[in-house]
């Protein structure tokens, strides 16, 4: 493996790295990276990232933010318009954190892969999967990335290791945790990774799965995104945990608690777990704590050209959440937080981050465009793939 896979830079010791550490180690100029790991310690790893990673992930959090806001925009100004959402806004950190610290480049025997949730279009970007080609899919496009049928609920493009998303909640943990076990099995060092809501707590196939990933020491990640909510409840009807970690640490598993909505802090998590899984050290849960700026499905309650959803949601009995509970994590905007960090590490300065927002919104823009340019697919489709094809053989079981 690669350094820059490793995320180590390749040139020793960054400028990031070297402030990092001799502050933290009472500025002993000549411990090393690799010692202040040792300690067991995260939090190293992202700073010592060279800088067109960096910029790449504050660029993966914009194409995931513009590419929400355009569709939000589009679902609530287009009454044409036919796609929907679970929107993602508010969680970018998570999914650019985890992606960025997997290999999700080469053949499929070597890349890394990532099992998603009913909320994949996050995930799905930050894994590598076409923005024109997954927006012509949720646009029910033949030319989609699926062939149009399978749009924003099914989509999946296993050449960059992105297994789909899901419309149940749970089974694909499972199935993650079986594509683990094919690599443990077939000596391969690639991860699979799954993410899950804080809901996910009340399936079987979360106990299931982390209870058999820790038995057979998989190379398995279990990313939980706790945004508060499971559809309209509150997570609290549904975990007597606090930290959903907690019942990971249960199963024997290592967890950590980490800031959803910093993104460097994402990934040192990741790396960690991804570090950890590919030397055989096995599972990892991340507990990453964040929200979701639109309610749970479309974008009711939202306007045009505004970021976030406040108020009743007419899907919902109630308003289930508060207004200012909304502002208030908006205030910890993953995208400023991003930014913002960059720029104080000098990574790049206010116009250099602004020209990346603009090649991203024109990016985005083109994408729509292309999307709604392509021809839709037909009703028929909708069969395709349901029953077998061809000559089936009377026993398939010897
Ligand atoms: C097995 C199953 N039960 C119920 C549903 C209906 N459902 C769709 S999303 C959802 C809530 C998921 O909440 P969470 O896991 O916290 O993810 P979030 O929507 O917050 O991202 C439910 C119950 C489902 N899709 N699958
Ligand atoms: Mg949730």
Redesign the pocket.
């Given at each position: 493996m690669s350094a820059e896979e490793h995320g180590e830079g390749g040139d020793g010791l960054t400028r990031r790295g070297f402030l990092q550490v001799s502050g933290l180690a009472g500025a002993i100029t000549g411990l090393s990276v690799s010692a202040a790991r040792a300690e067991g310690q995260i939090g190293y790893f992202a700073t010592d990232l060279p800088d067109d990673r960096l910029k790449a992930m504050l660029r993966t959090i914009l194409r995931i933010r513009w590419h929400e806001r355009t569709m939000a925009d589009r679902m609530l100004g287009d009454p044409q318009y036919r796609a929907y959402n679970?929107f993602?806004a508010g969680?970018e950190a998570v999914a650019t954190g985890v992606c960025a610290a997997l290999r999700n480049d080469g053949p499929f025997d070597r890349i890394d892969l990532v099992y998603s949730?009913?909320?994949p279009s996050g995930h799905a970007l930050a894994k590598g999967v076409d923005m024109k080609l997954m927006q012509a899919e949720m646009d029910f496009r033949a030319t989609g990335l699926n062939g149009g049928y399978a749009a924003e609920m099914h989509i999946a493009d296993p050449a960059v290791g992105f297994m789909g998303a899901d419309?149940?909640?749970?089974?694909g943990h499972v199935i993650a945790t079986g594509s683990a076990f094919a690599f443990r099995a077939r000596g391969s060092d690639q991860v699979a990774v799954v993410f899950?809501?804080?809901?996910?707590?009340a399936?079987p196939h979360f106990h299931s799965a982390l209870n058999n990933a820790r038995l057979l020491d998989l190379p398995f990640i279990y990313v939980l995104?706790?945004?508060?909510?499971?559809?309209y409840a509150h997570?609290s009807y549904s975990s007597p945990h606090t930290d959903i970690a907690d019942a990971a640490r249960a199963y024997g598993i290592p967890a950590r608690v980490v800031d959803g909505q910093d993104v460097f802090a994402v990934y040192n998590a990741a790396k960690e777990a991804v570090d950890r899984a590919r030397a055989g050290g096995g599972p990892s849960f991340i507990e990453a704590k964040t929200y979701?700026y639109y309610n749970?499905?479309g974008a009711p309650g939202a306007e045009v050209g505004k970021l976030g959803a406040f108020g009743y949601d007419p899907l919902a009995i109630t308003s289930f959440r508060p207004e200012r509970e909304v502002r208030a994590w908006m205030q910890r905007d993953p995208v400023d937080i991003a930014r913002r960090t960059l720029i104080d590490w000098g990574v790049l300065d206010a116009p250099a981050a602004d020209a990346i927002e603009a090649e991203v919104k024109a990016e985005v823009a083109e994408a729509f465009a292309w999307a709604a340019e392509q021809p839709l697919c037909m009703p028929e489709d909708g069969l395709k793939h349901v029953f077998a094809e061809g000559e089936v053989l009377p026993r398939q079981i010897a």
């Amino acid at each position: 493996m690669s350094a820059e896979e490793h995320g180590e830079g390749g040139d020793g010791l960054t400028r990031r790295g070297f402030l990092q550490v001799s502050g933290l180690a009472g500025a002993i100029t000549g411990l090393s990276v690799s010692a202040a790991r040792a300690e067991g310690q995260i939090g190293y790893f992202a700073t010592d990232l060279p800088d067109d990673r960096l910029k790449a992930m504050l660029r993966t959090i914009l194409r995931i933010r513009w590419h929400e806001r355009t569709m939000a925009d589009r679902m609530l100004g287009d009454p044409q318009y036919r796609a929907y959402n679970h929107f993602y806004a508010g969680q970018e950190a998570v999914a650019t954190g985890v992606c960025a610290a997997l290999r999700n480049d080469g053949p499929f025997d070597r890349i890394d892969l990532v099992y998603s949730t009913h909320r994949p279009s996050g995930h799905a970007l930050a894994k590598g999967v076409d923005m024109k080609l997954m927006q012509a899919e949720m646009d029910f496009r033949a030319t989609g990335l699926n062939g149009g049928y399978a749009a924003e609920m099914h989509i999946a493009d296993p050449a960059v290791g992105f297994m789909g998303a899901d419309g149940m909640i749970g089974p694909g943990h499972v199935i993650a945790t079986g594509s683990a076990f094919a690599f443990r099995a077939r000596g391969s060092d690639q991860v699979a990774v799954v993410f899950g809501g804080d809901g996910t707590y009340a399936t079987p196939h979360f106990h299931s799965a982390l209870n058999n990933a820790r038995l057979l020491d998989l190379p398995f990640i279990y990313v939980l995104e706790n945004n508060l909510y499971h559809q309209y409840a509150h997570y609290s009807y549904s975990s007597p945990h606090t930290d959903i970690a907690d019942a990971a640490r249960a199963y024997g598993i290592p967890a950590r608690v980490v800031d959803g909505q910093d993104v460097f802090a994402v990934y040192n998590a990741a790396k960690e777990a991804v570090d950890r899984a590919r030397a055989g050290g096995g599972p990892s849960f991340i507990e990453a704590k964040t929200y979701r700026y639109y309610n749970h499905w479309g974008a009711p309650g939202a306007e045009v050209g505004k970021l976030g959803a406040f108020g009743y949601d007419p899907l919902a009995i109630t308003s289930f959440r508060p207004e200012r509970e909304v502002r208030a994590w908006m205030q910890r905007d993953p995208v400023d937080i991003a930014r913002r960090t960059l720029i104080d590490w000098g990574v790049l300065d206010a116009p250099a981050a602004d020209a990346i927002e603009a090649e991203v919104k024109a990016e985005v823009a083109e994408a729509f465009a292309w999307a709604a340019e392509q021809p839709l697919c037909m009703p028929e489709d909708g069969l395709k793939h349901v029953f077998a094809e061809g000559e089936v053989l009377p026993r398939q079981i010897a």
